[in-house]
């Protein structure tokens, strides 16, 4: 005797759950320009390295006989999978069966892909579209009862945070726990036109006064600015593509450091209009995003959370390979200085460089925390606080490069100020306690009103302790260490890398990321 008859019932019920949630929800997914769970999953995976896990589990219904009449797949599709030959978790909403809501969900399908990328010690991508297997009114009628909220597996959510690299993909409409899941990620992204994330959805929303179309209440552009998303993108291939460039820089786990990458480009490489970056007038500004291309391993800058606290840039990088978690300020929003969305970028930012073990290179140009009736309503000052402690937090090696302004409290967050850290500046660097454009005629009314002439004296004023406030004055009493030519600055920093790569240890760290 052999087993043939239950392999081909077996092959049977594989068939059934490839048909998703049968033709007609599949072509109107289709319509709706958006791909299906296991297209989906055929573009991030590597050819033919898939391993779906409780592939015919769902809804079954039995005829007469006891025998299987049809099959309806759970709507949450997972399994192991290569991305770029490395091993990940690759877990997926399947919209087309009850649009992923918890009445066509096995909860234990998605606590088993959390609990197997963090045993396996694999990085997870999440592709969420609808509810990712939270609630619907419909569920009372289904089950018969009403049931006190809870969220099954969420404790592995928030260990995985700390354990392994955690991508989500808002593939559609993604509202309730789909939309925790896209923000319980170090890395989100969302397809622009027909991605939409909420607590809840339009209909919802209705009730309270508020008629908005999925754009206008959870469009790409709202979540970007808000900092719930950080990234959007015009196709699904693209997003697939970014996850994957994402991945590249980081471990597989915590209990692993970062792998060095190619080494294309000559650390010993100078940038010859660098020396004319920044202007000898204060007043005007520079774009910063091209001197980071220019420093970094050229096109390795892959920039996140760009609309989100938009005067600190963030994003990954290499140096002679070795992958950094690179900040710089943007002196064309708000001058550098950091708002109160700005200190929870980089508080979010530092932390996940900490839990990964990435060296950080700050280039800085900051002038403060934002001042003025805004930055009060907005908590700027507590913000900045919980963002400057994060820094006082991290033990990853630091790399500061002062390249115009470092003023206030927010200029002294240019490191953790408890250890050592690698730190230079260029002859345009500018420091003190608050910027003396801002304070010269407040601390010198006196002298100003008694002059003969107020304009003249605030000139010569301003000129004297223009060369007292001299980068060289600061580096004779040793309150700046290295100053340096900023065509020199590439080499410099490929050699901090080189350096800090073996201080680097694996392993958790003492508090885990949050979101």
Known sequence: MSW??????????????????????????????????RERVALMADPGSFHEIGKIAGRAEYDGNNDLADLVPSNFVFGRARVDGRPVVIGGDDFTVRGGSADATIKEKHFQCEQMANALRLPLIRMVEGSGGGGSVKTIETTGRANVPGVSGWEL??????TVPRVALGLGSVAGLGAAHLAASHYSVM????????????????????DLTKNELGGHEIQLRA??????????????????????????????????????DDPDRRVGWLIEAVPRNIRKV?????????????????????????????????????????????PFSYGGCWTAATCRKV????????????????????????????????GTIREGVRAMSAIWQTTTPWCAVIVRNAFGVAGAAHRN???????????????GSLPLEGGIEAAYRADIDAADDPGAKLAEIEERLDKLRSPFRSAE???????????????????????AAPLREAGPRSFPMRP
């Open 227 to 264: 900092g719930a998303v950080d990234h959007a993108v015009d196709t699904e291939e693209e997003a697939f593509e970014c996850a994957r460039r994402f991945l590249s820089y980081l471990p597989s786990s915590v209990y692993e450091l970062p792998p060095r990458g190619g080494r294309d």
């Open 347 to 378: 508080t979010r930012f530092v932390d996940l460089a900490e839990t990964f073990h990435l060296p950080v290179v700050y280039l800085v140009d900051c002038p403060g925390f934002q001042i003025g009736l805004d930055a009060e309503r907005n």
């Open 286 to 330: 520079y774009r910063m995003r091209p001197i980071v291309e220019a420093v970094v391993d050229s096109g390795s800058f892959f920039e996140m959370g760009r609309t989100f606290g938009r005067s600190v840039i963030t994003g990954f990088a290499r140096l002679d390979g070795w992958p950094v978690a690179v900040m710089a300020s943007d």
């Open 477 to 499: 009493t040793f309150w700046i260490e290295e100053i340096i030519d900023p065509r020199d600055t590439r080499r410099l920093l490929c050699d901090f890398a080189q350096t």
């Open 157 to 162: 959510v928030v260990e995985n945070m700390g």
């Open 191 to 210: 397809i622009k036109e027909r991605s939409a994330l909420f607590v809840a959805g339009p209909p919802v929303v209705a009730r309270t006064g508020q």
């Open 4 to 37: 043939h008859r239950e392999l081909e019932e077996l092959r049977r019920r594989e068939a059934l759950a490839e048909k998703l949630g049968g033709p007609e929800r599949v072509r109107r997914q289709k319509d709706g320009g958006r791909l299906n769970i």
């Open 417 to 431: 100020g408890g250890r050592y850290c690698t730190r230079y500046a260029w002859p345009s660097g500018r420091w």
